[in-house]
C-alpha cells in the first residue's frame, strides 16, 4: 500500500513533466523559423551598387567661356543617382588636363533633394570661398546646373550653403532657382 502512495504522486509527477516538455516542443518550432523571417528584409534592404555613365560638364584649363562635357562611369544605388553625379563633378578631377576643377579646395556636398523638378543642392561653407573672379564662379555655377539638369526631373537647381540659402555668390545673383543654360556648353567636344 505503501508502495501504492509513492507510486501514483510519482506516475502524476512524471505525467505533468511530460505534458509540459511536449508543451514547450511545440512552442519551439515557430521561434526556429523567426529568425530566418527578419533574414529576409535584411537583403530587401540592401541596395544594389551600379555602374552609370554619366556627363560632367568641367570649365576648360585655357579659359575659354564654355563647359566641356565629360562621360564618366560612376556608381550609384537605386536613390543616389543625382547625389553621386554632384560628388564626382565637385570631388574628383577630371580625367584631361585640358579641363579643371575649380571648386575651392575643401568643398563637399552635403546633400541634394530633388522636388517638383527643382534640385536643391547643399555644400559646406567651402563652396562660398571662391575669390579669383567671376569668370571662376560663374563657370562654377553653370557646371553645377548643367550636370544636374541632365537628369529629366530636374529642370532648375537653387544652391545652399550648410543649409542656407545663397543669395549672392560673387557678384552672381542665386537668389532664384537656375536653369540649364546650354551657351556655356562646347559642342562636338566629349570625352
Known amino acids: 500500500m505503501q508502495i501504492r502512495k509513492r507510486l501514483i504522486p510519482t506516475l502524476i509527477a512524471m505525467l505533468f513533466c511530460l505534458l509540459l516538455v511536449s508543451g514547450c516542443d511545440q512552442k519551439s518550432a515557430p521561434n526556429t523559423t523567426n529568425p530566418t523571417a ?3 528584409n535584411q537583403t530587401d534592404n540592401v541596395k544594389s551598387v551600379v555602374d552609370k555613365k554619366v ?11 564654355y563647359l566641356l562635357p565629360e562621360t564618366k562611369t560612376i556608381k550609384v544605388t537605386d ?6 553625379t554632384l560628388k564626382a563633378l565637385v570631388e574628383t578631377a577630371p580625367q584631361d ?18 522636388e517638383n523638378g527643382l534640385a536643391t543642392v547643399n555644400f559646406n561653407k567651402e563652396f562660398t570661398t571662391r575669390t579669383d573672379g567671376e569668370y571662376t564662379t560663374v563657370m562654377m555655377v553653370n557646371a553645377v546646373v ?9 529642370k532648375k537647381v ?8 545663397i543669395i549672392v555668390l560673387g557678384q552672381m545673383d542665386l537668389e532664384e532657382p537656375l536653369s540649364r543654360n546650354e551657351t556655356f556648353i562646347k559642342k562636338n567636344k566629349q570625352i
Open 97 to 114: 588636363d585640358t579641363m579643371e576643377n575649380v571648386f575651392p579646395k575643401g568643398t563637399k556636398v552635403l546633400g541634394v533633394t530633388v
Open 55 to 65: 556627363v560632367l560638364y568641367r570649365v576648360p584649363a585655357d579659359g575659354t567661356q
Open 79 to 84: 536613390n543616389n543617382s543625382v547625389l553621386a
Open 146 to 154: 548643367n550636370t544636374l539638369t541632365q537628369y529629366p526631373n530636374i
Open 38 to 40: 527578419p533574414s529576409t
Open 158 to 165: 537653387q544652391f545652399l550653403s550648410e543649409g542656407k540659402k
